[in-house]
């Protein structure tokens, strides 16, 4: 086969966690030499060295403007003239009009649901609210016509098809992602002490990968932190990443917690090389988020040895499994005391950090693309 996989944004500098699955999806297949050729189609960016060709993978560069242009006319385009036997597309889109089978991942359709989207009409980015749009426009339509709609949970899987009245016809099936090797607990004090260095990490935190997007909860993991420092003390900060300070000033004046901006670390953009000794020095790895399609980041933090709290709603549970503790994210009371519990029962951490550590290793890249790769074969031979 020849299979063209749309992989727009990976060589963008700051990356998102679909363009990490979709960079993970690639590099495994291409370890697979069963004959297959593969065409990656990527829009040019800076970091151009994150994927490489092969002699089973070519990397096919499409410039052309904004994404749905993009998207709808130029990767259509390019797709069928690299005579591709089927196109993926990795990021819950896909063009309207393509001529080839398709296949889409579809991570969530939290846009599609009317309590976020009345969130999003306060909240969130001019940005996220146009791909929003476009994806509450598109997704319908595209659903109708893919061969193969894989997402990423059994969560999300009942979810789309409740919400789409889908038949099960084995069109939309489950993959679950997996955990990078390199996401593993990190020992070695020169390594530790460069990523200190580099984003000024202190001695003791908790970790916090909230962000701009309402489903991330930063509002209410913030008033969590700020009840735990109260109860506590000041002598465990929250690092959290790429987020805008005054942003952050408005949310905690917003609480009434503006005495605890000392106590918060923006380190800015954090590559995904980076991460694990990260992971590795934090206290424990907060994700309360209000509704995930999946939660790897939850995964990560295990695989690195942190114990982890998170959420007790859509698929947090199915990821985490008895390896966290799952608190209610719409109540901040909820997180504060998971915090306090962990900071005071070692016994617990111990257990939580031992389950996280097995219950990581039981989700892989490799197994993830096998499974994407036999979906591949299903619908060609269903072409032939």
Request: hydrophobic share 40%.
């Amino acid at each position: 086969m020849k299979i063209g996989i749309e992989a727009q944004r990976i060589f963008r500098r700051k990356k998102h966690g679909m363009d990490m699955v979709a960079i993970e999806l690639i590099r495994n297949l291409a370890k697979i030499k069963d004959g297959n050729q593969y065409v990656i189609f990527v829009h040019p960016d800076q970091d151009d060295q994150i994927l490489t060709e092969t002699d089973n993978l070519r990397i096919s560069l499409i410039k052309g403007g904004f994404y749905p242009f993009w998207e709808q006319v130029s990767l259509a385009r390019a797709a069928r003239k690299a005579g591709c036997d089927v196109l993926h597309c990795t990021s819950n889109t896909a063009p309207l009009f393509s001529s080839l089978p398709l296949v889409v991942t579809l991570h969530d359709i939290i846009y599609m649901e009317k309590g976020y989207v009345e969130i999003l009409c306060g909240r969130g980015t001019w940005y996220q609210k146009m791909g929003n749009v476009y994806r509450r426009f598109v997704v319908p339509r595209i659903l109708k016509k893919s061969k193969r709609i894989i997402t990423v949970s059994e969560f999300e899987k009942i979810r789309i098809a409740s919400f789409f009245s889908m038949p099960e016809d084995g069109r939309l099936v489950a993959v679950s992602n997996g955990v990078g090797e390199h996401f593993k607990p990190v020992t070695d004090e020169a390594e530790l002490k460069r990523i200190r260095d580099k984003y000024s990490l202190p001695d003791r935190f908790f970790f916090f990968l909230g962000n701009t997007d309402p489903k991330k909860n930063t509002p209410g993991t913030l008033e969590a932190y700020s009840r735990f420092v109260r109860r506590y003390g000041p002598g465990i900060s929250l690092v959290m990443l790429d987020y805008n300070r005054d942003e952050l000033r408005k949310l905690l004046a917003g609480i009434g917690a503006e005495d605890i901006e000392r106590n918060i670390l923006l380190t800015g953009y954090v590559t995904n090389a980076d991460l694990p000794a990260i992971y590795s020095q934090c206290e424990i790895f907060l994700y309360p988020s209000l509704r995930e399609s999946f939660g790897l980041p939850v995964l990560e933090a295990m695989a690195c040895g942190v114990p982890v709290i998170t959420s007790d709603t859509s698929s947090m549970p199915e990821v985490a499994g008895d390896a966290a503790l799952l608190v209610n994210p719409a109540d901040p009371g909820s997180i504060t005391a998971a915090m306090l519990r962990l900071m005071s029962d070692p016994v617990l951490r111990l257990d939580l950090i031992e389950k996280g550590r097995l219950r990581a290793a039981m989700f892989s890249w490799k197994a993830m693309s096998l499974k994407v790769l036999n979906n591949y074969k299903e619908i060609f031979s269903e072409k032939k």
